[in-house]
């Protein structure tokens, strides 16, 4: 079965760090394009950030130059580090998973696969 | 960046009834739009993606079609378990955005 588990939310204080952690299981990890994406309280999904296959990244203009996504194939986990965090930051984060797409070419595409989330809380 | 849009945002709706939501992007997106269900307190769920491909495993009383800028995601029956909210997602380029939701209650 294919599952992701994330873990690593909690409280952090404004400017603070914390990491996430998303283990995958059931599928070939290096295989597949993963993703964060999170939901604020009350609020719609907003995507975070996104790393390919070889090791590109892409991030939402909200999150850039403090958050940053990486992957261990090797342990079948992938991360996002969160510096400089803010109280607009507080949100179920989830670890995702790209379908395959059409093009081993494309970085985009839908998500198939989602974790069961992890909450971060940024407040004094 | 690609403005996505839904409508209604909320609707009500009995079990047995047809109901259809709406996506616009702020430009064309070809057929790079997907749609997910997001139950109270669980994680979302991909139900259509391009436009109008059924995920595995999904009911088929969910239906999508449309193409460039406008499109529709239609829930023929509704059930129990589709009392929930429904979000478009753009995944032609980055930065991926997703409509606000449209929010079906009973």
């Known amino acids: 079965e294919v599952q992701l588990l994330e873990s690593g939310g909690g409280l952090a204080q404004p400017g603070g760090p914390l990491r996430l952690s998303c283990v995958a299981s059931?599928?070939?990890?290096?295989?597949?394009?993963m993703n964060w994406v999170r939901q604020a309280p009350g609020k719609g999904l907003e995507w975070v950030s996104t790393?390919?296959?070889?090791?590109?990244?892409y991030y939402a203009d909200s999150v850039k130059g403090r958050f940053t996504i990486s992957r261990d194939n090797s342990k079948n986990t992938l991360y996002l580090q969160m510096n400089s965090l803010r109280a607009a930051d507080t949100a179920v984060f989830y670890c995702?998973?790209?379908?395959?797409?059409?093009?081993?070419?494309?970085?985009?595409?839908?998500?198939?696969?989602w974790g069961l989330g992890t909450t971060v809380t940024v407040s004094s | 960046d690609i403005q996505m849009t839904q409508s209604p945002s909320s609707l009500s709706a009995s079990v047995g009834e047809r109901v259809t939501i709406t996506c616009r992007a702020s430009q064309s997106i070809s057929t790079y739009l997907n749609w997910y269900r997001v139950q109270p307190g669980k994680s979302p769920e991909l139900l259509i993606y391009a436009t109008s491909y059924l995920e595995t495993g999904v009911s088929s009383r969910f239906s999508g079609y449309g193409t460039g800028r406008e499109f529709t995601l239609i829930i023929n029956s509704l059930q129990a378990d589709d009392f929930a909210t429904y979000y478009c997602h753009q995944s032609f380029a980055a930065p991926l955005t997703f409509g606000p939701g449209t929010k079906v209650d009973l």
């Open positions: 790393i390919n296959t070889r090791g590109s990244t």
């Open positions: 059931g599928f070939t990890f290096s295989d597949y394009v």
């Open positions: 995702v998973k790209t379908k395959t797409p059409p093009l081993a070419s494309i970085d985009f595409y839908s998500f198939d696969v």
